[in-house]
Nanobody
Framework: QVQLVESGGGLVQAGGSLRLSCAAS????????MGWFRQAPGKEREFVAG????????YYADSIKGRFTISRDNAKNTMYLQMNDLKFEDTAVYYC????????????????WGQGTQVTVSS
């Protein structure tokens, strides 16, 4: 298994930026397919960004495309989410997740989750 810890959340004004980090421990990072999800108050958890398998290319939810960038450093067992031009609608708890198998945009494809980090965007 793998343990995941998110960090980097906080309070920012609309139009600002944050970079989230997901640090993994346990099994090697490269053994899992990784992605980011978020859950806003009163809403279901939704896909934000991930990596296609087996190409490894990034893909994004339409709501954040062009504003967020996902990246990873396998040597450091760390995944990142650079968030620019933040909007009030981005306010949510952000989670990183790891899948044993082929990833999809559904949370059901992922087996391990971090505790989440709060991102609050003021308007």
């Amino acid at each position: 298994q793998v343990q995941l810890v998110e960090s980097g959340g906080g309070l920012v004004q609309a139009g600002g930026s944050l970079r989230l980090s997901c640090a993994a421990s346990g099994r090697t990072f490269s053994a899992y397919n990784m992605g980011w999800f978020r859950q806003a108050p009163g809403k279901e958890r939704e896909f934000v960004a991930g990596f296609r398998w087996p190409t490894g290319s990034a893909y994004y939810a339409d709501s954040i495309k062009g504003r967020f960038t996902i990246s990873r450093d396998n040597a450091k067992n760390t995944m990142y989410l650079q968030m620019n031009d933040l909007k009030f609608e981005d306010t949510a708890v952000y989670y990183c997740a790891a899948a044993r198998g082929i990833p999809t945009t559904s949370e059901n494809a992922y087996d391990y989750w971090g505790q989440g980090t709060q991102v609050t965007v003021s308007s």
